[in-house]
């Protein structure tokens, strides 16, 4: 939740409904960032605009159970402006100033405006340049692609492709390793005994799906 902080991005709660219906709804007008409207739309003018009234009523359908049920995104649901703006732009740009010795005009801007611009753009990649360009190993009917650009600035969220065709796969991503440090985050965590119960597809599966429905290349 603190981590989540520091990016200074909506509400978890809005986070997950978002997300959820992202992949339930996906291409279509219920999609919240449907990338259909155009690359603008699904980067960040969803953020900018209504939401189109189909997300609303699908966005109520979703099950948040998990969510409300517990106690720390509830918090951060409660606490939300004070967190975000101490773990995103206070904290940040003291420990700047104070522990590495900046003077306050440059804390200011490479905390509070270039880490958080680019945080915010590399994190909307993935509904953009993921939805619009790369190859489709897994299911060559949807527009979610593998953009090994968008892994490298988005830390491995980028094989989109992967993603859409086995969303309840922890990685994210086919290969563990390969330009996705979220999954040694995660597995970090399944060390300490905080993630638990991660889901991955076989590899028969994974070979079956896409010789079935990739786009096959010679
Ligand atoms: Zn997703
Ligand atoms: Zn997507």
């Not at 709804?25 to 189109?52: C, I, Q, Y």
């Not at 995104?73 to 940040?92: E, G, Q, R, S, T």
């Not at 390969?178 to 995660?186: D, K, R, S």
Request: charged share 20%; net charge neutral; proline share 4%.
């Amino acid at each position: 939740m603190i981590a989540f902080s520091v990016s200074g991005q909506n509400s978890i709660y809005d986070w997950v409904r978002d997300h959820r219906i992202h992949h339930k709804m996906s291409e279509t007008s219920a999609d919240p960032h449907d990338a259909n409207r155009g690359f603008f739309f699904s980067h960040v003018g969803w953020l900018m605009m209504k939401k189109h009234p189909r997300v609303i009523i699908e966005g109520k359908k979703i099950d948040m159970s998990d969510v409300t049920d517990d106690p720390i995104a509830m918090f951060h649901m409660k606490y939300f402006w004070i967190l975000k703006l101490l773990c995103c732009f206070v904290l940040p740009t003291l420990t700047t100033v104070y522990v590495f010795d900046e003077t306050w005009a440059r804390a200011v801007l490479a905390q509070c405006f270039m880490r958080y611009l680019l945080n915010l753009h590399f994190t909307w990649s993935v509904n953009s340049f993921a939805h619009l360009w790369g190859h489709k190993p897994y299911d060559k009917n949807i527009m979610p692609s593998e953009n090994w650009g968008v892994s490298i600035v988005a830390m491995g969220e980028g094989w989109h492709n992967f993603h859409h065709t086995f969303p309840w796969d922890y990685k994210a991503a086919e290969m563990s390793y390969l330009i996705n440090p979220t999954t040694f985050f995660i597995d970090f965590f399944g060390l300490l005994g905080w993630a638990y119960d991660m889901k991955e597809a076989s590899p028969n599966l994974i070979e079956a799906v896409s010789k079935r429905r990739g786009q096959q290349h010679k």
